[in-house]
């Protein structure tokens, strides 16, 4: 039995006065009606109504519940009603989960766009490099970038990808030459993001080969920032996403190495609950996200 389905057929019957009329009214047969309060006299092990083939009335019983049922399904309606503006309009609070230098590089120039496009929404975008729990923290949305995604019950949009290059500054080359192959780095001071999964591992590719070289440096950091700071300082070489460093490359303040080698591809995602019903500031924000986070992804400087 579909006990709420039930409960609205006992009212309607109660309050159009009939098996026929409440039928038409709730687009039903006659038949489906019958079973409903059936089943719910069942459910309650009680008689609602006295009927007969010419008229019926409520029980003694089936006043009390109607009278209760009534109020609980207008309040039930009520609540439904309360959520109309939610779905229909972008208001409240949006909790988003992001990682520290991508949203820095990436995506915080751009907030200003969508709030105002949208000025009854609030943002709380947290910025952190750990993979919070969304659900129990109560995010509606993270963004993550990940050369592997883990699996998980959260639904997954892609964004965008990471390119990653190798580079230096130009007086790091000239005291320690370049690397005209991935074995090379091992003579060199590679300067490591600590938190990626290939912090002490580089791979690369060629000719459907894969080649993968163990690292080391004086300076491994949390913030791919930091490495960019070194790298600017001619502390070393590393592997960074090329968005990160395109100005700089651009202006020659930055080399690149290997470039005949294909190197790690992040792909960044947008993670939430469930694909069902979906939040409508949830997707605004998804949809801003593939608006301006475009392929080839290119980010501005941070200053």
Not at 238 to 258: I, K, W
Request: with cysteine; proline share 4%.
């Amino acid at each position: 039995m579909d006990q709420l389905t039930a409960l609205r057929v006992f009212r309607n019957v109660v309050e159009q006065g009939g098996f026929a009329a409440a039928a038409r009214k709730l687009g039903l047969s006659p038949a489906a009606i019958s079973k409903n309060i059936g089943e719910l006299e069942a459910h309650l092990a009680t008689r609602l109504l006295n009927r007969t083939t010419r008229r019926m009335s409520l029980t003694e019983a089936g006043r009390q519940y109607y009278q209760q049922l009534a109020r609980i399904l207008d309040d039930l309606d009520d609540a439904d009603r309360s959520l109309g503006p939610l779905r229909d309009h972008l208001s409240g609070t949006l909790r988003v989960s992001a990682p520290m230098t991508f949203s820095l590089e990436c995506l915080t120039r751009h907030i200003p766009v969508f709030l105002e496009r949208h000025p009854q929404l609030a943002l709380d975008l947290q910025l952190d490099d750990r993979r919070v729990d969304i659900v129990k923290e109560g995010f509606d949305l993270a963004i993550r970038g990940s050369d592997q995604l883990q699996d998980s019950s959260l639904v997954a949009r892609h964004l965008t990808t990471l390119e990653h290059v190798i580079c230096a500054s130009p007086a790091y080359f000239q005291r320690h030459g370049q690397p005209h192959r991935p074995e090379d780095l091992q003579q060199h001071q590679c300067l490591r993001f600590s938190l990626s999964g290939h912090a002490n591992t580089w791979t690369f590719g060629k000719n459907g080969k894969d080649v993968t070289v163990p690292v080391k440096g004086r300076y491994q950091v949390s913030s791919s920032l930091a490495i960019r700071d070194a790298l600017r300082a001619g502390l070393g070489l590393s592997l960074v996403p090329l968005a990160y460093v395109r100005e700089d490359l651009e202006r020659g303040v930055l080399q690149s190495a290997l470039d005949d080698w294909t190197k790690v591809r992040i792909q960044v995602h947008a993670l939430y609950p469930s694909a069902r019903y979906l939040n409508p500031k949830v997707r605004a924000f998804i949809d801003f996200l593939l608006e301006i986070l475009g392929e080839p992804l290119t980010c501005g400087s941070a200053g």
